[in-house]
Every structure is written in C-alpha cells, then in structure tokens.
C-alpha cells in the first residue's frame, strides 16, 4: 500500500478546521479563545520544528545521542508534570524524572527486544518514536495521581497519623491515598481500554493506516502501544511516589511541607 503524504498546503486547508472551536469559544464568551489561539500556533510550530529535527535524528542515528535525547524528554516531562502541580520543585522533581526515564528505558527496551525484535533497539526510528508515547501517557497519569495523593495527604493528615499511632507502618498508613490516586488517575485509562476498537479509533493507528499501513499490521502495533503505555505509566507512577516519599516524610513518619509555600507542621 502506497505512502500517503500531506503536502503543506492540504495541511493548512486541514488547519482552516479549528476556526470551528475558535467561533464558540468567542460566541460563549469562554475567555478560552486567547489560550487556544496560542496553544494552536504553538503546537503547529512545535510539532513541525521537530519534525524537521527528527530527520536529522534518524539520519545521524547515533545510539548515545538517542538516549541523551530520552534524557532531555524525561528532563522536560518532569519539569512539566512539577509545573502542573502546587509541590515544591526539590521535593519532586528529581522522583519524578527518574521514574519517566528508568521506565522509559525499561519498557521501550522490552518492546522493542521481546516484541519488535528490532535489529538494533536504539535506533532512532524505533528507540525515538516508543519513548515519545510513553513520555506522554506517563505525563498525563503522573501529574494527576501526584495531585491527588499529595492533596488528599494533606487534607487528612489526622487519618494518616491515627493509622501510623495504632501500629501501622508507613506504607500502610499512606496507602488509602494511593490507593485513591491510582484509581483517579488509572480510571480514564480503564475506560479508554474498553471501548477502544469499537467506540474509538486511537489516533496512532488511524495515522498508520492513513500513511500507507496494512490494517491488521496498525492494529497488533496499537494493541501493543496501548498495553506498554499503561504498563509505563503505572510503573512511572510508582517509582515517583516511592522516591518522593523519602523527601516527604521524616524518620519519624511525619509529613514535610510539600506544597509551595506551607510552612513546617508543629506536632
């Protein structure tokens, strides 16, 4: 089956499509027109910028200079699930880029060995392109189940220290509140597995059957893209709370100041 490509222009006519969201947002009186505007521009230009970059990146196709490039993904990716959220940056920022690049590593080489049999698993068509996926699953999981655990810590902090003074460990008295952040941050994932093939179509393997690909051969790759996603962002997940619970508590069990701005809890 033949490549289809998008020239620049069929892409602008494509383009022309946002101006129905734009003529509500205005008509509404959201005050969202603005913020769309410049997230439209900046997603054009981002995603165009790197397009050009990736050419490069395939072309050269050093092993060192794609995990370098897996690097500075986790390093943006941290920054921005830290940005999202009210916690204090040294608290955790370093979780939570350690836990996106360990798992990024992890998964993208199990796939790419185990499931692509890949020549070379550091290629940058095949390293480059899985670590993107998974950097953007575990961004959107990450930032929300953080949120949530952290706040709802916060708030019942007197739940916490009447299960750690009748006798439960710090993991037991911590786990109400993760469990309550893996199931908010878990439950759209759920819901998006079960429908998926018969309600929605997954943008990754419309783009692989819109470029040329075999039906059959863009569903296998979105099935195993959705089950390595999810994998990821659970293990990211984690590995984040897991380190950060060394920054958040004190070798008594009590609960640091996490959130910009809180001072010290006297107990």
């Avoid at 916490?160 to 109400?176: K, M, Q, S, V, W």
């Avoid at 089950?227 to 380190?243: G, P």
Wanted: with cysteine; proline share 3%.
């Amino acid at each position: 089956m033949e490549t289809v490509d998008l020239t620049y222009t069929a892409l602008g006519v494509g383009m022309l499509l946002m101006l129905v969201p734009f003529y509500f947002l205005w008509k509404f009186r959201t005050g969202l027109l603005w913020a769309a505007l410049v997230g439209t521009v900046r997603m054009t230009i981002q995603l165009l910028l790197i397009g050009f970059y990736l050419r490069f990146l395939f072309q050269w196709d050093n092993a060192w200079v794609n995990v370098l490039w897996m690097a500075a993904m986790a390093v943006i990716a941290a920054y921005t699930a830290v940005s999202r959220t009210n916690l204090r940056y040294g608290v955790l920022f370093m979780p939570v880029f350690i836990g996106f690049l360990v798992t990024a590593l992890l998964v993208s080489l199990y796939f790419l060995c185990f499931v692509v049999r890949a020549d070379d698993v550091f290629a940058a068509r095949f390293f480059i392109p899985v670590a993107g996926v998974l950097f953007g699953n575990m961004l959107t999981v990450n930032i929300m189940a953080v949120n949530v655990y952290y706040s709802d810590l916060q708030r019942e902090q007197d739940l916490y220290y009447y299960l750690l003074g009748n006798g439960a460990t710090r993991f037991e008295a911590t786990l109400p509140f993760l469990r309550s952040a893996v199931v908010k941050s878990f439950s759209p994932c759920v819901a998006n597995m079960a429908v998926l093939g018969i309600v929605s179509f997954p943008g990754t393997m419309i783009g692989q059957i819109l470029g040329g690909s075999v039906p059959e051969v863009a569903i296998k790759y979105q099935l195993m893209i959705s089950v390595i996603t999810v994998v990821a962002s659970m293990l990211s997940l984690v590995i984040t709370i897991s380190l950060s619970a060394r920054r958040t508590f004190d070798a008594f069990g009590c609960l640091r100041p996490v959130f910009r701005g809180e001072k010290a809890n006297k107990r």
